[in-house]
């Protein structure tokens, strides 16, 4: 990492807002709430008439769950097939613009009747009024963890070829030592969500062979799931804000990118500059991850952009045992995040738990290998594939990505407290 690394003073919080500003900060969020109501009755009435006319296949669109001890998340979505082609590095803006404008389009079918076979007996699964599955099923899992599936049949609406899908679903390994969650947007991939506009720009105008990660990540999340002995298949759960109709860019580009596969758990979509943040999503996940696995210990890893420090206090504060480090990709030097991060701050350390807020990839690596998170010897491929990222020809040496200035790093230990890292 270059440039400085003093330690970054946390001042406390003084500002109290007036009573006309919490007046007037009331009723702007009425007004969003009741934008928000419109805007979804709007658009249910919409798809209705949509589907009078649009007479594309419908089909079951799986996504990746998790599981343990004989249950299984299934998650799932029933939705006309737009038939979008795979993605390729060569493909044009104007091409991509057309395949998201697919994508946000959606076309869910409310109430589909889905039927979910299992070992122990079929089960009869009813959609929400969004086309969306989430249910908890007693399914089968290998006593050894790895990656399995719930055979997924659409039996409403009939008629037309068989519509079948397998739902994957994730068993942690026996071997796994700790679980990861970890943010997506501006922590993995590049999305510049502290500004709608530029994020706006990246989600409709790139694909998932053209989406960049952040440098040197891909190397060091393999090393996390591999742990610090190696072959310990570590559960990493990625958990967004971002919509379920970026799935399939998301996945692809963990594909593309060899970024270790994991559930990938998103939200329903609503476009605007709310549209990468949703805190109570966000927590009610994580909480649910933790309590299915209540005896695996976690690292939480996050950005300072949006809304992560403010998740993970309440969560670091409710687990205060649970959770082994919290890493924050500090994305962009804004004062006005300072609170958040204090507080977060204050959390960790009286949880004698462990964060690190910094900008770069191997200098949060550096950290977890000097704890025994990950093995050392990864260090060198981290550090190797960081470079390739940066540019020189590799993955983030291309137009319209923003410098960025290096910031501060902060480390909280519970053995040498608040200090920068060497």
């Known amino acids: 990492m270059t440039g400085s690394r003093e330690c970054l003073i946390l001042e406390p919080h003084r500002h109290t807002a007036e009573p006309e500003e919490r007046v007037i900060a009331g009723w702007l969020e009425e007004l969003r709430e009741l934008a928000a109501s419109l805007e979804a009755r709007v658009r249910r009435g919409a798809d209705a008439l949509e589907r009078l006319a649009d007479r594309d296949p419908y089909h079951i669109a799986a996504y990746r769950g998790y599981g343990r001890n004989g249950r299984a998340l299934v998650l799932a979505r029933v939705l006309q097939d737009e038939g979008l082609a795979a993605p390729e590095p060569g493909h044009g803006k104007a091409r991509n613009l057309l395949a998201m404008l697919k994508r946000l389009e959606s076309d869910p079918l409310p109430f589909a009747k889905v039927l979910a076979r299992l070992p122990g007996g079929d089960r009869q699964l009813v959609a929400d009024d969004e086309g969306f599955v989430r ?15 719930v055979r997924l049949e659409l039996t409403h609406p009939a008629g037309g070829p068989p519509r079948a899908t397998a739902a994957p679903v994730l068993t942690p390994a026996a071997s796994a030592v700790y679980g990861v969650i970890s943010d997506l947007d501006d922590t993995v991939l590049q999305s510049e969500v502290t500004s709608f506009i530029r994020a706006a720009s990246i989600v409709l105008l790139e694909n998932a062979r053209t989406r960049l990660p952040f440098a040197g990540v891909a190397a060091f999340y393999r090393a996390l799931e591999a742990g610090p002995a190696g072959g310990a298949k570590n559960p990493i759960f990625y958990v967004s804000s971002s919509p379920w109709n970026l799935y399939d860019v998301i996945t692809g580009f963990l594909e593309a990118e060899a970024i270790p596969a994991g559930p990938v758990l998103l939200r329903d ?82 949880a004698g738990a462990t964060l690190v807020l910094a900008d770069d ?62």
Not at 312 to 334: C, F, G, Q, T
């Open 269 to 350: 979509w609503d476009l605007g500059p709310a549209l990468f943040r949703n805190a109570g999503h966000k927590t009610r996940l994580i909480r649910e991850i933790l309590e299915t696995f209540s005896g695996l210990p976690f690292i939480l890893i996050g950005d300072s952009g949006q809304e992560d420090p403010e998740i993970y206090s309440e969560i670091v504060a409710a687990h205060p045992k649970r959770i082994l480090a919290v890493y924050i990709r500090n994305v962009e030097p804004n004062p006005r995040r300072r609170e958040a991060i204090r507080r977060l701050t204050d959390r960790v350390a009286g």
């Open 361 to 422: 990839t191997l200098t949060i690596a550096s950290h977890a290998a000097a704890h025994g998170w990950i093995g050392s010897e990864s260090l060198p491929e981290i550090r190797g594939e960081k470079r390739a990222d940066e540019g020189g020809g590799g993955k983030a040496d291309v137009p319209g990505v923003r410098e960025t200035p290096t910031t501060r790093t902060v480390v909280v230990d519970p053995e040498v407290g608040v200090s920068d890292l060497e």
């Open 135 to 149: 249910e908890w099923l007693d399914a089968e899992s290998d006593s050894a963890g790895g990656w399995g599936s």
